[in-house]
């Protein structure tokens, strides 16, 4: 179960690093990307797609922040002795194998690796 609370935690960083990323950016992309004369403000595309991958980081964050709720529940019904659903004594027994919290989490995770490239790389190009 602490495996459970510390994969949380984790999660809820990465949800608040990749929108705080997000707002920075945005909000001082007037001192980060400095205008043409001839074409206004060009926002670099490593920029546009590190904010893609971070709203991707986002929504796998929040799928893995369901899964494991989900897995939470069915544990805590099972520590009751409550009846359980088919998918829930599924998860239950396969928790530390199972698919439903590693698949978005590594998706979270890659998002977020790759969006922080990404607005690094910026810095690099501009």
Not at 33 to 54: M, N, S
Not at 100 to 114: D, G, H, T, Y
């Amino acid at each position: 179960m602490e495996g459970l609370k510390t994969a949380l935690e984790t999660t809820k960083q990465i949800i608040t690093l990749s929108t705080g990323v997000i707002t920075l950016t945005v909000t001082f992309l007037e001192k980060i990307v400095q205008p043409q004369v001839e074409t206004g403000r060009h926002v670099p595309c490593t920029l546009k797609i590190a904010w893609i991958c971070f709203g991707f980081a986002i929504a796998s964050g929040v799928w893995t922040f369901l899964a494991i709720t989900g897995s939470i529940n069915a544990l805590d019904r099972q520590a009751r002795q409550l009846s359980l659903t088919d998918d829930q004594k599924k998860a239950t027994e396969t928790l530390a194998y199972g698919t439903n919290i590693r698949f978005p989490a590594l998706l979270m995770l890659l998002f977020f690796a790759v969006g922080t490239a990404l607005v690094i790389a910026t810095g690099f190009y501009l």
